[in-house]
């Protein structure tokens, strides 16, 4: 009864326009007050929640997307990816792929892919003739690759809450990241074979080539950071920190475009988006804390095991259900909440935390395409000026490629757990 009230609460402040994080700190301190605890024991948990060093790689990771935008890097990786693949059967949705799997080896964010490159493809897709619900639809769609492909700040945070290692869950989410890329290309070329779109063209290898080389220092990224972490030079955490002062480094070197200017901006769009963050990490200690004090992890493990006879099928009730909040929950807030609560289940059941982690990592990048709280939806249809109404039409065909790796990665675990085995 206390939780149904609690859940009840917030949902209700939700709808009526109150931040999510703010929400759940209000309805947590009614909590504390009325059983007796007090409000600044409830403090005292925020604090606590917020205290975890790795905790720290999700706003370094923030401002070095951030500063990669404000530095123009991404207009170089769209240039090449334009050279790489502009000139297949469906040109420009191909770069939009492309360049979206080359941003999320520096980014970790698909909202950040989204806001950054969004505007960008959407633009040039619109100059060449495509529809605005297909480029729309395929921005949102390649978005979701971000937190799959190192660093991703997704499986920061999947990582602090279930005790798992970071590193390998960045190696994890490589194949079933690229996986996604390819299966996205492959919706493109026959949308775009049905549809008679442009292709550009070709202009030799040569130009490849020395798009590659003005490009290779921001593609290099990825490279720097999963290196430095199984080197040893660095932790998870302060690969974020490595990201941002290369991010620097290279736009000094090569790019020269961030000016004083710019890297103010993206230090204050970095603190407003972490402090957003930080929030909502703060209220999940606290309902954290109240639902392990109502057993509430123990209920719903129960349930799950009644529910389900094998790891088979737990996953697909995992999916299911964490498919159907994400249609009407943030993802972030289904990762802090639900996740801590499943991960043991998923562990008594024989699964691996990393294979369960890029799991629910995928499911969760898909909740941000669904309808009606897709956050990417919410950023493509403002960024790139489509009609939001017509982008949640146009963005259900795109929920086939990445539900077809996520049943691919749950039937084989190995497509998660293959390269981490590696490092053994």
């Not at 890097?73 to 492309?98: E, P, Q």
């Not at 729309?136 to 991703?152: H, K, Q, R, Y």
């Not at 995992?318 to 943030?330: A, Q, S, Y």
């Amino acid at each position: 009864m206390i939780l149904a009230t609690i859940g009840a609460a917030w949902l209700v402040m939700v709808l009526v326009g109150v931040p999510i994080g703010v929400a759940m700190i209000f309805v947590s301190m009614g909590y504390f007050y009325y059983s007796g605890m007090g409000i600044s024991f409830a403090m005292q948990r925020m604090v606590d929640g917020l205290n975890s060093f790795p905790l720290l790689a999700v706003p370094l990771f923030i401002l070095a997307a951030a500063i990669l935008n404000s530095a123009g890097i991404t207009r170089h990786l769209f240039g090449f990816a334009r050279a790489l693949v502009g000139h297949i059967t469906g040109g420009l949705g191909h770069v939009n792929v492309l360049a979206s799997l080359f941003f999320s080896g520096m980014s970790g964010s698909a909202l950040a892919d989204a806001g950054g490159l969004g505007k960008m493809e959407i633009e040039s897709m619109r100059e060449a003739g495509y529809d605005d619900d297909f480029s729309g639809a395929v921005t949102a769609a390649s978005s979701m690759i971000g937190p799959l492909v190192p660093p991703s700040i997704t499986m920061v945070l999947y990582g602090v809450v279930s005790n798992t290692s970071i590193g390998r869950l960045f190696l994890g989410g490589i194949v079933p990241g690229v996986l996604c890329a390819a299966s996205l290309m492959v919706m493109v070329y026959v949308l775009a074979r049905q549809r008679n779109y442009p292709r550009d063209a070709w202009h030799g290898v040569g130009n490849v080539g020395v798009l590659f080389v003005k490009s290779f220092p921001a593609l290099a990224t990825p490279f720097v950071i999963v290196g430095g972490i199984f080197s040893g030079l660095f932790s998870p955490t302060e690969a974020a920190a490595v990201t941002v002062l290369y991010a620097i480094l290279i736009d000094l070197a090569f790019y020269r475009e961030l000016t004083l200017k710019r890297l103010w901006d993206a230090i204050y769009e970095t603190t407003t988006t972490s402090a957003s963050i930080a929030t909502i990490v703060a209220g999940v200690g606290l309902l954290g804390f109240i639902l392990a004090r109502e057993q509430a992890p123990q209920q719903i493990t129960q349930l799950f095991l009644t529910l389900t006879d094998g790891p088979l099928s737990f996953l697909i009730a995992v999916n299911l259900m964490i498919f159907l909040l994400g249609c009407f929950i943030e993802s972030l807030v289904i990762l802090l909440i639900v996740v801590p609560i499943l991960v043991p289940v998923a562990m008594g059941y024989g699964i691996d935390p990393i294979h369960f982690g890029i799991i629910v990592v995928l499911n969760l990048m898909i909740s941000i395409l669904t309808p009606p709280m897709g956050m990417a939806l919410f950023v493509v249809a403002q960024v790139g000026n489509v009609p939001y109404h017509r982008l949640a039409r146009a963005i259900l065909p795109w929920l086939i490629p990445p539900f077809a790796v996520l049943i691919l990665v749950c039937v084989f675990p190995i497509l998660a757990t293959g390269l981490p085995s590696l490092m053994d």
